[in-house]
């Protein structure tokens, strides 16, 4: 699913993997209002995740499926976790160098430490509200992205 954030000065891709609407929209919202730019696309599990990634299936066209500038991803996914997913994207080298943020309700230290060691470039636990959720998207925009909020 496309969601439109675009701001076209700004090119960047922004690919979710999250299994839940309500997660998914409210970071769209997040993005909007704080114009970020660039594109949000959305996944809804761990192996559609890693078809966008390897242009499988209905995600083969380059131009309609580009590689993400940042990638939020859920660990807690139907068909493949994103556990398993960012070891997947860290060990191929065409994708190493995406930027991983796990976007996550776990606050685990295991979960940390075990996505740290795999490559992962953030660690997120989902905020409980809006005004939360924004201000940690435009950390995330400032630190990951380089875009100036």
């Known amino acids: 699913m496309d969601t439109s954030i675009e701001n076209h000065r700004n090119p960047l891709t922004i690919l979710m993997a999250e299994d839940d609407v309500d997660d998914s929209f409210l ?7 704080l114009g970020c730019g660039g594109k949000l696309l959305l996944v809804k599990d761990g192996v559609e995740l890693m078809d966008y990634l390897n242009r499988q299936g209905k995600y083969a066209d380059r131009e309609l499926s ?6 939020l991803l859920d660990l807690n996914m139907p068909k493949k976790d994103g556990r398993q997913a960012l070891r997947e994207i860290k ?7 995406i930027r991983v943020v796990i976007w996550t309700t776990s606050d ?3 979960d940390r430490v075990l996505c740290k060691e795999a490559g992962a ?3 997120v636990t989902k905020p409980n509200s809006f ?3 924004m201000e ?3 950390a995330l925009c400032r630190r990951l992205l380089q875009v100036s909020l």
């Not at 769209?28 to 209002?33: C, D, G, T, V």
């Not at 060990?91 to 160098?97: C, N, Q, T």
């Open 27 to 33: 970071l769209a919202e997040a993005l909007k209002n």
């Open 66 to 71: 580009p590689l993400p500038s940042l990638l």
């Open 91 to 97: 060990a191929d080298p065409s994708l190493e160098k």
């Open 108 to 110: 685990l230290q295991e």
């Open 121 to 123: 470039d953030d660690y």
């Open 131 to 133: 005004e939360e959720l």
């Open 136 to 138: 940690e998207v435009k």
